[in-house]
């Protein structure tokens, strides 16, 4: 892990390009540095001036007595590098550049971005930007930014690819009373990325909770192994744009064509932990319910309780909506609500302790739903009236919550001025208190999510196979030098062996009579295709015959079919015949890979026949960090998992075997990062074991050699 | 339409239980009525007082000189009833009943609830309530209600089924700066019901949107026609909760198991143009939308200008996960961008004018992008800047709208304190501003909405046809007669024929003689199915045979059938066998219809097959104002739909015929709604034609014959 100590909390800091002149870039750093109460030495540096802002100015970095820690660089971009030079001569430990009119712009930009990042790298400095809007901490307190505001001291630590939407959510958080640790705008991240800044967040002691907004991971193996860290500690919350950009490349495989970019990004940040947020409203709404402490929920089942029916029902729903439960509350616990409650109350789940209940009853009846041991955590809703008070209420929840610390709760006061107060005690008490219902419920999913992603990290296992890699990178080898990178149906089929995956017997043939033979040894019915990587649609040119039941049959069937393939496709490459043995039918499946940058190869699951891709009834994990949680849960999502559980009086199929398929082929695609993507389609499921029934299998185009890559 | 002229603009009101008491509903009544401005007679009635908050006090409202248009009733439930006469008496035209302790409290409560509500029937009053908070209108103004505060004037007519909400609601509103032209709790809609209250703010001209929040609705038949009238004047909004109670009710049918009550919600809204929302700030943030001036957006095609890269990327995301499209710039559009924009701009869509132009600058792109013929709505962003002011954007924003009035824009302008006032200007002329993109989006979303609400109800066509009644009153008689509720097949399908549906040929044999017979005349091969409404699974029990090829095969089968039926289900009603044409498969279809209340007959449409229920590929609409392009929308929203046009290389199949089955169900359903349940699964579709293969018909319970209905 980076030290960002130089960074975040620097003794000293130099300020190249620092500037007299209002409304400059160098002299709104300088200020918002002197204002934001920071107390380390701050030296202006500037070869033209004498002081600035009252500051003793220095010709360059070199000439600070004792040098700066942290230097913050906003000069025009050709003469960055020279600074650079300059700072690593000086022993600066960490440079932010804030400077633009690099990789962004242009192509030369691009080259002077290379330079100073190899710059920082050689000097062992940490380098933030280019082209970003500086950094601030509001704990040490620093500000090296040209913003033109400085954060609420608070708990979220805040990251973000985009500058501008740095300035906005600002001004918006100043509003609202949001309040952060950190408050970063990362630019181009040419040395220090997400990766960075998630580890280094997950180590402070001042922040509660990460946030981020992307638009790109730099460095996916980095980022998941900071990620995975980090969510250990504290959640970590994440809105990834540019979702919509992805997916467009062409894809050769069912897999490829359905594992549009976001299902890898979806996939990443679901194996890290991560909470994802898909509006910038719900990514601070799900931060909320981890400021002033970190909630995290031990189940789904939710205790609502009200004092407006109708706030109760706008609940439930939402809570439905979300995946949580309407906890069942024991008899028990019902009958103590009746002793509290008044007559016309409603004490099932929504709790309704009607519109007339003072704040006492209110509290008598969280006092009594905490107890039960089916709430895993409480929304306690109020619609504001003239005989409660919301502030001695919301004394009451925190008292609650100090007791009960397992049992967290987020809560909705509706309503505006009535109800402000109390909101803020709640809030900065720990407890989330929000406008509506609905968002309320966000927040017990965020705590939930959370909960649950913790347990996936601690308790799932890594899974490893032994497959054999020599048998693997003979046949890759074998198809290079062939020119080829589609692997033949049996070479594919050999591929899927040598890791322990399950297939039909499937072999080629180059002559008739060796295809009655390896028919023979295979034992009948079985099925002839024309092995050639030039032909896709094989039946529609007479290229495979099913059911053949004798050797005869067999041989004949050769002849046709490679005089079919000579006469329709006389341009087609044909290495012969692929002889397969034909099984009965089982549950159709499909199971695949594709490459996901920069996560690496993703795994794809699903119910496979031709309907593929009408349907999508498919799910995603990333090869690597794969765990057994993760591949249950893989299955688990689709609704082939019914299928396999026996549907309408079915037999159940072999579930293990199935697993065992998907973690073979992660094991064979982290081996083997050459493989572009693969298809096993139709996979078949049995009631005891499985077997691939067609494996697709392409190369990378620029490959050398089967490399061994562990993920 | 009820004349509600007396509840929102009375002469005179008489508060029935005024009283002096500070605190209590009767006095709170009186002083807000006084100090809401309203400048009508206020007259309290209490037989104890003499004057009430300076005003003459009258003990009965016979007693009140020249009467009183409206009266607020809020004295105890028992009393009520005596009160509502003395209203009748007395020539009064609304009575709003505050009082609560009616339907929602008790048995007695009801039977209360019962006869004031028959009172005001009698004497021609309109009556609200009981059980609710009263009514608000700003724009007389008058405040009727016990709430502790008074609305802004505004555009929304706000109607409440929780009155715990709307208080909520007001005081948020009102930190908020929503305004309300009328603001009112509905209580238990007794009388006046949602389809009154929308009739009536349809017809208002303060009123620019209809924002509803609903638990139930009372009528259906008279909502949809209130709404649908409505829908042409002006938006209606409706957060309808209580959508997760629905669906438990047990259901024989597929359809009936996929159709939960949520369903005959959604259809309902949907063929009304109801804008939907499913949380109550999407309700307020949609609303917005049509504040200052109703928008309305004819197409999909959204530019997207901005300032900050990042807030385009997450416009981008949110356009395209809401169905909207990104428009192709033309390239005389970009060109003229070119010349305006600084080099680093980007002039495709989005355009990002870059951080450092002026609201000149931004004005220029906006001019561009809006003269573009393929741009329908124009989200424009903003990140707040130095240079850029965003009071002078608003400002030429309001400009070009009034230019351009066919072009809607929803914006963003991103920030706190720095766009409030820009904010503020924008939506007071009609252009919805938020916070955040995504909710700016969601305001182009409710115009999308409204527009294609309205070309539906403006262009859809009504579909009707001619089905053989008296054939299907024949068959149900019989049916009847024999004590039974759900339909043999041959019953069913005779009925699905004599309404045009097309069915494979199917009769009842009642000897194997008869059988033979009738297999002879439909041509071999054919199926027999033993004919019990008590055997559910016939192929257990061997009471199916199929691919019957001749005449003494199907006697043969016939006997063993009913032996098998005898032996297997002895206590069953066998009626003989029925003998059904087989025809070759076509593409698996489900059609279907459950009765959905409030609103009649569901029907539903899908993929067919074993998978019916595993996939659920199935949409739904009403059988009520079923129009040719809800037909086509429905079978449009399954991917049924893409085998239909013809799956990799199928042949297309005949979906007008398809169509037309939908429409004839409808037809069936509508003039016999005594049909409880229908499902015709499997429905064949062919390359010409159509086969219902298999008719499942269940009655109503309670039914006292075929009565006609016109939907």
């Known amino acids: 892990m980076r030290d960002l100590t130089t960074l975040y909390g620097p003794e000293s800091v130099a300020i190249v390009g620092a500037s007299d002149s209002p409304g400059k870039v160098g002299n709104v750093v300088v200020r918002n540095l002197m204002s934001s109460g920071y107390e380390g030495e701050i030296y202006p540096v500037n070869p033209g001036g004498d002081s600035i802002e009252g500051l003793q100015c220095y010709p360059r970095v070199q000439d600070i007595p004792g040098g700066a820690e942290l230097a913050v660089i906003c000069i025009p971009a050709p003469v960055v590098p020279d600074a650079m030079r300059d700072c690593g001569a000086a022993g600066v430990g960490s440079v932010v550049v804030i400077t633009a009119g690099f990789k962004e712009a242009s192509p030369e930009g691009e080259a002077l971005e290379k330079e100073i990042t190899r710059i920082a790298d050689e000097n062992d400095m940490n380098m933030m930007g280019p082209n970003c809007l500086g950094a601030m901490n509001t704990h040490t307190p620093i500000n090296v930014t040209f913003a033109a505001d400085f954060p609420h001291k608070g708990d979220i630590a805040f990251f973000s690819q985009s500058g501008a939407l740095c300035i906005a959510i600002l001004d918006w958080s100043l509003d609202q009373g949001v309040g952060f640790s950190k408050f970063i705008s990362m630019g181009n991240k040419a040395q220090l990325n997400e990766a960075d800044f998630i580890a280094d967040a997950a180590a402070d002691t001042e922040s509660q909770v990460i946030l981020m907004y992307l638009e790109s991971i730099e460095d996916g193996d980095a980022f998941m192994e900071a990620a995975r860290e980090a969510v250990q500690k504290k959640p970590v919350i994440i809105l990834k744009s540019g979702v919509s950009e992805a997916g467009a490349e062409a894809a050769s495989s069912h897999t490829g064509a359905l594992a549009g970019g976001d299902e890898g990004f979806a996939a990443a940040f679901r194996q890290a932990g991560i909470i994802r947020a898909g509006r910038m409203q719900e990514e601070f709404g799900k931060a909320t319910a981890f400021i002033g402490g970190i909630n995290i929920a031990e189940g789904r089942r939710v205790a609502v309780v009200t004092n407006a029916g109708g706030l109760g029902v706008m609940a439930t729903d939402a809570l439905e909506g979300a995946g949580l439960e309407l906890a069942e509350l024991s008899e028990e616990t019902q009958q103590r609500l009746r002793e509290v409650l008044p007559d016309m109350a409603a004490v099932g789940n929504p709790v309704d302790i009607v519109g007339h209940s ?258 999508e009834d498919v799910s995603f994990r990333l090869a690597r960090h794969l765990t057994d949680m993760d591949v249950a849960e893989m299955i688990e999502e689709t609704k082939a998992a019914q299928l396999l559980r026996g549907y309408r009086g079915e037999a159940p199929k072999d579930l293990d075997a199935v697993r065992e398929t998907v973690g073979r082929i992660a094991q064979l695609t982290r081996d083997f990062p050459e493989i572009a993507e693969l298809d096993i389609n139709p996979f078949f499921a049995y009631e005891n074991g499985v077997a691939a029934l067609d494996v697709k299998m392409t190369l990378a185009e620029d490959a050398g050699g089967a490399e061994e890559h562990e993920g």
């Open 358 to 615: 003072d704040e006492d009853t209110y509290a008598a009846a969280l006092d009594a739903v905490v107890r039960d041991p089916g709430v895993d955590m409480i929304l306690p809703l109020l619609s504001p009236t003239a005989v409660l008070d919301p502030n001695r209420l919301a004394e009451y929840m925190i008292e609650q919550v100090r007791a009960h610390p397992d049992i967290p709760m987020s809560a909705s006061f509706t309503g505006g001025e009535s109800v402000r107060a109390a909101n803020e005690t709640l809030r900065s008490s720990g407890i989330p208190c929000f406008p509506f219902p609905e968002e309320a419920v966000e927040g017990l999913v965020a705590m939930v999510e959370y909960g649950e992603a913790r347990t996936r990290l601690q308790k799932g296992q890594l899974l490893h196979y032994e497959g054999d890699m020599d048998r693997v990178r003979e046949i890759f080898s074998s198809v290079r030098e062939q020119g080829r990178r589609i692997l033949l149906g049996p070479e594919a089929m050999a591929v899927a062996r040598a890791y322990g995956i399950d297939t039909v017997p499937s072999e080629l043939a180059e002559s008739a009579g060796e295809a009655g033979e390896l028919a023979e040894q295979m034992g009948f019915p079985v099925a002839l295709k024309v092995a050639s990587p030039d032909i896709i649609h094989k039946t529609d040119i007479g290229g495979v015959q099913l059911d053949l039941e004798d050797r005869s049959s067999v041989q004949q069937s050769f002849r046709q079919i490679m005089h079919n393939a000579s006469e329709r496709e006389p341009d087609a490459r044909v290495y012969g015949v692929e002889v397969q043995k034909m099984f009965p039918p089982g549950q159709e499946l499909i199971v695949g890979m594709a490459q996901s940058p920069p996560f690496g190869p993703l795994l794809m699951f699903g119910l496979g026949g031709i309907f593929v891709d009408l349907m």
